[in-house]
């Protein structure tokens, strides 16, 4: 039988309907065996209808064993490089745009995922997710606070990083020695640019630093 969603719409009442769709060819890999299920729940509060489904996502196992059949690192078809370091962590890293392209070079990143982290966060349900994974899926855990953004300034020589902590935004940079929090979520090009400009001086005053540091 196949798996199914499930859906459950509840009224003011204390009854309920539930209706069975059908995933079929939903499933791309070889056998039940290599899936894990994980149950979520959604709730629209405008209509107070609760929508309970199950996403099938592909196994360690597997997984692992696509990492190790590309070397444990290897670029995708969208311009993703993926890697799994030791102890089965799983890092990505994405190029945006480059100094070719304007006056700031960024890209994002993931690192330090156990397996069954990185196959939730990207909801890796066959092997041809991983392929099709880009900038979008890495920006989506960066609004969920697990990724990084790293800007770098054509005049700087130097990167910042901006990650997202619960109701602010953290900006730091270890070759500057630079850190700041703005409390709002910084997460287009745009707000990274004007976050550069509105902070010039003190990322000027930081780069000179820097430099006095390497004189010594």
């Not at 156990?114 to 609004?143: G, P, V």
């Not at 287009?188 to 001086?201: G, L, R």
Request: some cysteine.
């Amino acid at each position: 039988m196949n798996e199914a969603f499930r859906s459950k719409a509840m009224c003011c009442k204390p009854c309920f309907t539930e209706s069975i769709i059908p995933v079929t060819g939903f499933l791309a890999i070889t056998s039940f065996a290599a899936l894990t299920k994980r149950k979520f729940i959604l709730a629209d509060k405008p209509t107070g209808i609760i929508t309970t489904f199950i996403m099938i996502f592909i196994s360690q196992s597997a997984l692992l064993d696509y990492f190790n059949s590309r070397s444990n690192r290897f670029k995708n078809s969208q311009g993703m490089e993926l890697g799994i370091l030791d102890g089965n962590e799983c890092w990505t890293y994405f190029s945006l745009c480059n100094h070719s392209r304007g006056p700031l070079a960024i890209n994002i990143s993931t690192e330090a995922d156990c397996l069954e982290h990185f196959i939730e966060q990207f909801k890796i349900t066959t092997i041809n997710d991983i392929d099709a994974l880009d900038y979008n899926n890495s920006w989506m855990r960066y609004l969920n606070g697990e990724a990084e953004i790293a800007v770098c300034p054509f005049e700087l020589e130097a990167e910042l990083k901006f990650k997202i902590i619960n109701r602010k935004t953290i900006i730091f940079s270890l070759e500057l020695h630079f850190y700041d929090e703005v409390y709002e979520h910084l997460t287009m090009p745009s707000d990274f640019e004007k976050y550069v400009a509105e902070h010039e001086t003190r990322l000027n005053a930081a780069v000179e630093n820097r430099y006095k540091m390497n004189r010594k």
